[in-house]
């Protein structure tokens, strides 16, 4: 089934959300990958606030190419999830709405989006130059010395991804295979 969101949302306006559901998310999201995560968790273990408010936020595993001419960010393909589910949990914790990337989450992952009752989606891997025409504004919030890896506030319009795990704990990459 197509479905329709904007963020941000409350995490009751996301329980609708089925395994295998085909999305377009529309509004702000961020990008983080492995150092931006590592910093955030390092924050944490400090007593130091995140750089964003992680409050019902979607978070983006992607490091974008540099920008052509004229576009707001080069490609934009998903990075693999299971990079950053060390720390996923921990941000599921404190309130993550849901995360977008490829590939299969851990156990301690899947616990905490059910616990949590967050999302995690995927894109396409190898269509980030498609993806990218999905994104209307990019800006770099936190971390600028990472370059690609810094965080960033995106704004997109009808970005497609699916639903792979869904606030139940349903797993597309699991009964698929079934």
């Known amino acids: 089934m197509d479905r329709y969101i904007t963020l941000p949302a409350s995490k009751d306006e996301l329980k609708d959300l089925r395994?295998?559901?085909?999305?377009?998310?529309?509004?702000?999201i961020y990008t983080a990958r492995d150092a931006a995560h590592k910093r955030m968790q390092e924050a944490l273990d400090t007593g130091k606030a995140l750089p964003i408010d992680i409050k019902d936020a979607f978070i983006y595993y992607m490091g974008p190419s540099p920008a052509r001419e004229g576009r707001p960010i080069g490609s934009a393909g998903p990075?693999?999830?299971?990079?950053?589910?060390?720390?996923?949990?921990?941000?599921?914790?404190?309130?993550?709405?849901?995360m977008i990337g490829k590939g299969k989450r851990s156990p301690e992952v899947l616990e905490a989006i059910k616990a949590n009752k967050?999302?995690?989606?995927?894109?396409?891997?190898?269509?980030?130059?498609?993806?990218?025409?999905?994104?209307?504004?990019?800006?770099?919030?936190?971390?600028?010395?990472?370059?690609?890896?810094?965080?960033?506030?995106?704004?997109?319009?009808?970005?497609p991804a699916i639903v792979v795990i869904d606030r139940e704990g349903n797993n597309l990459y699991e009964t698929a295979t079934k």
Request: charged residues 20%; glycine residues 14%; aromatic residues 8%.
């Open 79 to 98: 990075t693999t999830a299971g990079r950053m589910d060390r720390y996923t949990p921990n941000l599921l914790n404190l309130g993550m709405g849901g």
């Open 118 to 159: 967050s999302v995690y989606f995927a894109t396409v891997g190898g269509a980030g130059a498609l993806l990218s025409k999905c994104i209307i504004e990019s800006e770099v919030v936190a971390y600028e010395d990472l370059g690609t890896e810094a965080i960033r506030k995106l704004t997109v319009k009808d970005l």
């Open 19 to 28: 395994s295998g559901d085909y999305v377009y998310i529309s509004g702000v």
